[in-house]
């Protein structure tokens, strides 16, 4: 059993008022999930955090029940299943980030969907598991308002996330490690993983390097000080000043379980 180190950290609101955060992580025997709600700009839909909750206790029960299956055919299930039970309609409801991590006596598995990325350490060096569909979106202005979001949520000329259409899944980015080669796999949020790709306070060796010295919590703490140093987002244009944060380690030197609650 590898050590799994966590820290997590509620954001503000497009309002900058302070609510509940809307990422979710969850750890079973031999996989590790982080999901990450979108915050709607529609007060009829449920938040994203109410479709993350449940999308991953549902992952969760479906690894538990299959702890060997293939991650996408269990997202696939997971997205229909929560999509009949709530009468989800595509484009008009709630979405999240899907990153999973899940390890066997031969291999460790990674899955990305939508923009919390997976990165993994060992003797193949780095590789950084992302889905960059969304930030070449934004760079280029086409998801200027919620209507924009909405045309291209899962669409071909868009980008793909969890939720009201199964056939998403399908569309994630996949990556097998043989487990020999593996030393560490860290899980992120994308109020944490901005920290390396638009803030540019440290690349991801460091972060494995500060959260293995000093826990996750002070890689939080690097993003949140850049963050308050650039209140108005005049230096990183970003639409809510703090982001939810969520970081996993995984680490396969270790045996302990660490920051459990």
């Known amino acids: 059993m590898p050590e799994i180190a966590i820290a997590e950290r509620a954001g503000v609101g497009a309002d900058g008022h302070p609510r509940p955060t809307e990422d979710h992580i969850v750890v079973l025997d031999n996989a590790v999930l982080v999901l990450d709600g979108a915050t709607s700009s529609d007060p009829a839909q449920p938040p994203g955090g109410w479709y993350a909750e449940r999308l991953a206790r549902r992952l969760g029960d479906d690894l538990r029940a299959a702890p060997e299956a293939d991650l996408t055919e269990i997202l696939t299930s997971a997205i229909a299943a929560l ?5 989800l309609r595509p484009q008009r409801s709630p979405s999240s980030t899907v990153a999973a991590v899940r390890w066997l006596e031969d291999r460790v598995d990674a899955l990305v969907l939508a923009d919390s990325p ?21 760079r280029r202005g086409m998801l200027q308002t919620g209507a924009d979001v909405r045309r291209r949520r899962n669409a071909h000329d868009g980008f793909w996330v969890a939720e009201a259409d199964p056939g998403a899944a399908a569309h994630s980015v996949r990556r097998s490690w043989r487990r020999a080669d593996v030393d560490a796999v860290l899980l992120a ?25 000093d ?37 396969f030197n270790q045996g302990v379980i660490q920051g459990l609650p």
Do not use: C, M, N
């Not at 790709?197 to 390097?209: I, K, M, N, P, T």
């Not at 890689?219 to 140093?229: C, G, M, P, S």
């Open 83 to 87: 999509t009949a039970e709530h009468r």
């Open 189 to 213: 949020s994308d109020g944490v993983s901005i920290g390396v790709d638009q803030y540019e306070l440290f690349g991801w060796r460091e972060v494995l390097a500060v959260t293995r010295a």
């Open 118 to 138: 997976v990165v993994g350490f060992g003797g193949f060096g780095i590789d950084i598991v992302s889905d960059d569909r969304l930030a070449r979106l934004r």
């Open 215 to 251: 826990g996750p919590d002070a890689v939080l703490d690097a993003v949140r000080t850049a963050e308050k140093q650039d209140p108005d987002g005049e230096r990183w244009p970003r639409p809510k000043r703090h982001d939810d944060q969520a970081l996993v380690l995984v680490d």
